[in-house]
């Protein structure tokens, strides 16, 4: 029963492990990036990305601004730290988490709860990012990311085989 | 300072501050006094920039994401001038042209007393396939071949370029490959040893799974290259 049971175990960790998707948002809250990750999933139309992208740049952004806890003051000298807005939300069957770097990029980071370190993985995203998507000097600022080298790396670090 | 003769009358007229009414007649404008040189490279705290270190100091190695952002400014600036592809790998070709010229010189120096300049054809290829490369990119080069079809042809495989390490080429100009810069490195090489081409050139070698951004290198060297390698081998040397 042992033996089954430590089999079971991690196939099952396995299936419900899962990314589900990336997607990037610039600083203007268009989406320049959306890409899938497992199988089987409910399919989106491109519309309905744009709309999801710039009502979650809306609300991020709002989030910035109404935080109920008295303001730290800052050291002398140095501006208030801001507040970075929503970094993760849960639901029962997907938890995302989202990762806004210093220039306003967002990257929204779909998962499912059982995931863990999550922030470590976006991170690892915007890393990939600035590798080959900022340092390629055929990509356009702000323009949507059609990049070969950018899919290949995010492929073999997220697709499951 | 040499100074012919009608150089000296021109500066002796320069000398002379000139009259107001000079300017009315000739219709041009004086140009400012030059500033004093004020150089702009920054300096170490030890005050010792590159051009004060020892050159048969074994080369450190660069920071990967430093040269990209160099070479990523260069193609953007060289894509802008450009109107095709072809143009800017002319251009990329041109650019390393000159560090071709003086990595022959730099290496060999580097190489201690016993290293001499490559004077046979194969001895050049070795050369360019492995200290070249080792000397820019701390590897040696996948492949060296010669062309089945034609004498004066040879081929020089890279599997992964590094300067090509972040670059994607967009769809619409997928026959360019940024390694024409690498091209213009050899082809400097080739010409400064005294071999001279009709051209160095970087292709994609297509259709491999494994490797895609395999990139082949096309020395094209002169007839007059090859006929005198030829007739050193019948010499028996």
């Known amino acids: 029963m042992s033996v089954t049971t430590q089999h079971t175990t991690p196939t099952e960790l396995m299936v419900y492990r899962v990314v589900f998707a990336l997607l990037i948002i610039n600083k203007a809250g268009g989406l320049i990036y959306t890409r899938t990750f497992a199988p089987g999933l409910q399919k989106l139309d491109s519309n309905d990305y744009l709309i999801l992208a710039g009502t979650f740049h809306g609300i991020h952004a709002i989030s910035r601004s109404i935080n109920p806890a008295p303001p730290v003051p800052p050291a002398p000298g140095n501006r208030r730290p801001p507040t970075t807005g929503i970094e993760s939300m849960e639901s029962s069957h997907f938890r995302l988490t989202c990762f806004q770097s210093p220039t306003g990029v967002k990257f929204l980071l779909f998962t499912s709860p059982e995931q863990p370190n999550t922030d470590v993985i976006v991170r690892r995203c915007y890393e990939v990012y600035g590798d080959f998507v900022m340092k390629n000097p055929f990509y356009s600022l702000e323009m949507p990311v059609r990049v070969e080298k950018f899919d290949r790396a995010l492929g073999a670090y997220l697709a499951r085989p | ?237």
């Open chain 2, 1 to 237: 300072m040499p100074a012919p003769t009608t150089a000296t009358a021109t500066a002796t007229t320069n000398n002379n501050p000139p009259t107001p009414l000079d300017f009315k007649e000739s219709d041009t404008i004086p140009l400012p006094p030059p500033k004093p040189f004020q150089p702009s490279l920054r300096h170490p705290a030890s005050r010792k920039s590159i051009y004060d270190r020892a050159l048969s100091r074994p080369p450190s190695s660069t920071s990967l994401p430093a040269f990209a952002h160099l070479f990523n400014t260069l193609i953007t600036y060289h894509h802008a001038k450009s109107a095709s592809v072809s143009e800017i790998e002319g251009r990329l070709n041109r650019a390393g042209y000159p560090i071709g010229i003086k990595m022959l010189d730099l290496l060999l120096y580097r190489q201690g007393g016993k290293a001499v300049r490559p004077t046979r054809l194969l001895d050049l290829l070795q050369f360019v396939h492995g200290v070249l490369w080792r000397g820019l990119f701390g590897r040696a080069a996948d492949a060296l071949e010669q062309s089945t079809s034609k004498r004066e042809e040879y081929m020089i495989v890279d599997n992964e370029p590094v300067v090509n390490t972040y670059i994607s080429i967009p769809k619409e100009m997928s026959q360019l490959n940024c390694a024409a810069f690498v091209a213009g490195i050899i082809e400097g090489v080739c010409d400064a040893s005294g071999f001279g081409t009709e051209g160095v050139s970087a292709h994609w070698g297509e259709g491999d799974e494994m490797w895609p951004g395999k990139t082949i290198f096309l020395l094209r060297f002169q007839e007059k290259v090859v006929e005198r390698e030829e007739g050193i081998k019948a010499a028996g040397g």
